[in-house]
T-cell receptor, first 115, second 115 residues
Framework: DTEVTQTPKHLVMGMTNKKSLKCEQH?????MYWYKQKAKKPPELMFVYSYEKLSINESVPSRFSPECPNSSLLNLHLHALQPEDSALYLC??????????????FGPGTRLTVL | AQTVTQSQPEMSVQEAETVTLSCTYDTSESDYYLFWYKQPPSRQMILVIR??????QNATENRFSVNFQKAAKSFSLKISDSQLGDAAMYFCAQYSGGGADGLTFGKGTHLIIQP
């Protein structure tokens, strides 16, 4: 089973709202990732969690707040977003057997629209 | 920082024909992995094939194979017997550096399959 699930599939929110994106995997992977993908662009890394600890934060604005409550779950809390934050948000996971080598498996993404 | 370059924004091929997508990369690592991902209109990122740099043999997965030229830092994807379901964006990717790190993607090649 190489499934990563993400909820919700679609999200529309106003600039004053607070919402959360959820990602889940049951493959025993210990690294989880958030990527942001704008239309017709490649995914760009936002955060990396390794063994439930934030290991990489690619200078993402503080209106995005990641959380990894356990090894299977990854959340992305959203607050006071801007219209330019509208994008597809992809979650991925991988094992950490040999760092920097394992295949990342992606979820289907959450399509976010900020009004 | 690692860079991944895909010089073909769009490619078109007749169904049942063979097509090759190009990718070059830059890394200072001695051991690394390279990946090709496919993103159909559903926008689910799907692993197509991966190559371990220490392996001289080119990776193959059914109709998909790579031509890995380590000295030239080239990693092209060959799709044989193209099918309508192969139509998608194809991204070449490598890890950004050592550690539980995120992937750096090329800009992608949009593959069109002509029936």
């Amino acid at each position: 089973d190489t499934e990563v699930t993400q909820t919700p599939k679609h999200l529309v929110m106003g600039m004053t709202n607070k919402k959360s994106l959820k990602c889940e995997q049951h493959m025993g992977h210990r690294a989880m990732y958030w990527y942001k993908q704008k239309a017709k662009k490649p995914p760009e890394l936002m955060f990396v969690y390794s063994y439930e600890k934030l290991s990489i934060n690619e200078s993402v604005p503080s209106r995005f707040s990641p959380e990894c409550p356990n090894s299977s779950l990854l959340n992305l809390h959203l607050h006071a977003l801007q219209p330019e934050d509208s994008a597809l948000y992809l979650c991925a996971s991988s094992q950490v057997r040999v760092l920097g080598t394992d295949t990342q498996y992606f979820g289907p993404g959450t399509r976010l629209t900020v009004l | 920082a690692q860079t991944v370059t895909q010089s073909q924004p769009e490619m078109s091929v007749q169904e049942a024909e063979t097509v090759t997508l190009s990718c070059t990369y830059d890394t200072s690592e001695s051991d690394y992995y390279l990946f090709w991902y496919k993103q159909p209109p559903s926008r689910q990122m799907i692993l197509v094939i991966r190559q371990e740099a220490y392996k001289q043999q080119n990776a193959t997965e059914n109709r998909f194979s790579v031509n890995f030229q380590k000295a030239a830092k080239s990693f092209s994807l060959k799709i044989s017997d193209s099918q309508l379901g192969d139509a998608a964006m194809y991204f070449c990717a490598q890890y950004s550096g050592g550690g539980a790190d995120g992937l750096t993607f090329g800009k992608g090649t949009h593959l069109i399959i002509q029936p």
